[in-house]
T-cell receptor, first 114, second 114 residues
Framework: GAGVSQSPSNKVTEKGKDVELRCDPI?????LYWYRQSLGQGLEFLIY????????KSGLPSDRFSAERTGGSVSTLTIQRTQQEDSAVYLC????????????FGNGTRLTVT | DQQVKQNSPSLSVQEGRISILNCDYT??????FLWYKKYPAEGPTFLIS?????DKNEDGRFTVFLNKSAKHLSLHIVPSQPGDSAVYFC?????????????FGSGTQLTVLP
């Protein structure tokens, strides 16, 4: 079965440009998360979508970051006016809604801002 | 404010011996803990979890121990195998009762030497 799919796997962009990162969750998973991992750091929560509820955006580091989830499936994380400190691996995960079901992560998008 | 801490960035053990990975937390409200394993260029994968009502959970070669009074948990792998070489993250819910929104430690790189 297909797991969580992220694209692109690598992205190099110039400072000041906008980038879009895509996540296809596992079919049937209603919860979707974005995390990022900066060099030498743990995973940092960014945003959480659950069904049709309003997303939990409490982890977004600035208003340059936004995310949407269309049709309850595919999600796009957008970073506007990228800065060098945005360089990180951006990880998407999905899960079932019920109980303590674990997160299933994609392989991430490695973003490098030059 | 790092509520989940892994103070050892790396650990090397000989194949066949026991690996012990440690994790400390500061939030006494955490009620559920998870360990994830991450290989290079892949997303983290769920390994094992433990509820705060237990002090031990075992799954094959992997055992997690929880010491609530010390706010400490550890992952034991025995016997260690070269394929266990990976980065191990401990994690706890950002909100009690919501194990899907996780706070992660910074990870420990385990190297199992053949």
């Amino acid at each position: 079965g297909a797991g969580v799919s992220q694209s692109p796997s690598n992205k190099v962009t110039e400072k000041g440009k906008d980038v879009e990162l895509r996540c296809d969750p596992i079919s049937g998973h209603t919860a979707l998360y974005w995390y990022r991992q900066s060099l030498g750091q743990g995973l940092e929560f960014l945003i959480y979508f659950q069904g049709n509820s309003a997303p939990d955006k409490s982890g977004l580091p600035s208003d340059r970051f936004s995310a949407e989830r269309t049709g309850g499936s595919v999600s796009t994380l957008t970073i506007q006016r990228t800065q060098q400190e945005d360089s990180a691996v951006y990880l998407c995960a999905s899960s079932h809604t019920a109980g303590n079901s674990p997160l299933h992560f994609g392989n991430g998008t490695r973003l490098t801002v030059t | 404010d790092q509520q989940v801490k892994q103070n050892s960035p790396s650990l090397s053990v000989q194949e066949g011996r026991i690996s012990i990975l440690n994790c400390d937390y500061t939030n006494s409200m955490f009620d559920y803990f998870l360990w994830y394993k991450k290989y290079p260029a892949e997303g983290p994968t769920f390994l094992i979890s433990i509820s705060s009502i237990k002090d031990k959970n075992e799954d094959g070669r992997f055992t997690v121990f929880l010491n609530k009074s010390a706010k400490h948990l550890s992952l034991h792998i025995v016997p260690s195998q070269p394929g266990d070489s990976a980065v191990y993250f401990c994690a706890a819910p950002r909100l009690p009762g919501s194990a899907r929104q996780l706070t992660f430690g910074s990870g420990t790189q385990l190297t199992v030497l053949p």
